[in-house]
């Protein structure tokens, strides 16, 4: 008999030959459409279980950094492409999706991780150190790339000169590698899963299960990418469909920019709350901060580098309202990072700055 071909292959293929036969052939109809979003929460879920088949085989944080930065590089192209046709009106949407992102991994996925990873163990157990790191990088990125825009002078409104552009596109790509650096190579011992006290975690049980060979574990990373550029190509196929859902409901424009940071962000939103219902907090904080970075250390050197043929201008400057949210979330965060142990009040405090950033994203 032959062998049968599971979902999370045929998925994600399925996805990727539908994306690229109906590519370029206009706004897909009502059936076509949902069809399509059929197909693209398939591969969401593929993605995850080959990101986690690839992060069995190379082991924490080599698994989460996997998936942070191949989800970053396709939604970087992404951007750039619905910025080259998108012309003025698309001027913040970089802005708006890598604020998204980071509004969604620091307290999205970090706050649903600790919220899972409390109510089954009580009190969940991470490394400071290293999620602190992370923080602090991510901070300093957001800052540089994001905040500082709207205070600079050279240029008007909220955008940075040429030449800051060039300084903070740099600046942005060399933190990012080296907390790479540090994550994989110089403190590795930091970022690695914490065993929860208290109760057996299903971490402890799968920790000494036999990794996938390499075979396995090259066709789950082709597979992987496979599934994430189905995700990010049908969700841009869709993304007509969410501007006009998106005017219907009388939405400012900008909330286009949120939408696709939620879709393109699922499979480490997925992976993340299934991490901390294994006892695994501290990859579910790598995920998160580790997207975040990803978002903004890998996107703003690439829309720099894109600003040279894109037309247009660049906004990337936050507006009052964003500011205090990301200066309060950056607080909670610390106060949530420190002790190196949370309970499902972090989590959900997490969760209700995440619903106030959709709340008055709609209603400014």
């Known amino acids: ?47 995850v279980h080959h990101a986690e088949v690839v992060a069995h085989r190379v082991g924490e944080p080599f698994g989460s950094l996997v998936l942070a930065t191949a989800v970053t590089v396709i939604e970087l192209a992404l951007i750039i492409e619905l910025m080259a046709s998108g012309g003025n009106d698309a001027a913040t949407l970089a802005r708006d999706t890598a604020f998204a992102a980071l509004m969604i991994t620091t307290n999205g996925i970090a706050g649903l991780s600790l919220l899972l990873g409390s109510r ?26 994001l905040a500082l825009p709207t205070f600079t002078t050279t240029r008007a409104g909220q955008e940075f000169s040429p030449g800051q552009l060039a300084f903070a596109a740099v600046a942005s790509l060399l933190l990012y590698l080296l907390f790479v650096f540090t994550q994989t190579v110089r403190h590795r011992d930091f970022f690695l899963p914490i065993s929860q006290k208290g109760q057996q975690s299903i971490f402890d049980e799968e920790s000494h299960a036999e990794p996938p060979d390499n075979a396995a574990a090259l066709r789950s990373l082709g597979l992987l990418l496979v599934a994430l550029l189905a995700v990010v190509g049908l969700a841009e196929q869709e993304s007509p469909a969410v501007e006009k859902l998106v005017s ?64 247009g201008p660049l906004i990337l400057g936050l507006g009052p309202t964003q500011l205090a949210l990301f200066a309060l979330t950056v607080v909670i965060s610390v106060l949530t990072v420190v002790p190196g142990r949370a309970t499902r009040l972090q989590g959900e405090v997490h969760l209700v700055l995440l619903a106030a950033f959709l709340f008055l994203a709609i209603i400014p």
């Open 248 to 311: 219907a409901a009388g939405f400012p424009h900008s909330f286009v920019g949120v939408v696709i940071a939620l879709l393109v962000l699922l499979p480490e939103t997925l992976a993340a709350g299934r991490a901390a219902r294994q006892g695994r907090i501290q990859t579910s904080l790598n995920l998160a901060y580790g997207s975040a970075m990803a978002s903004i250390g890998l996107t703003i050197p690439g829309i720099a580098l894109a600003s040279i043929w894109l037309k």
């Open 1 to 47: 008999m032959r062998e049968r071909i599971s979902w999370n292959v045929l998925v994600p293929l399925t996805a990727l030959v539908t994306l690229a036969s109906t590519w370029g052939g206009g706004h897909p109809g009502p059936i076509l459409s949902a069809i399509e979003a059929i197909l693209l929460i398939g591969a969401v879920l593929a993605a």
């Open 120 to 145: 089954r163990y009580g009190v969940t157990l991470f490394n400071p150190h290293g999620s602190g790191a992370a923080l602090a990088t991510l901070t300093t990125l957001a800052t540089l790339s």
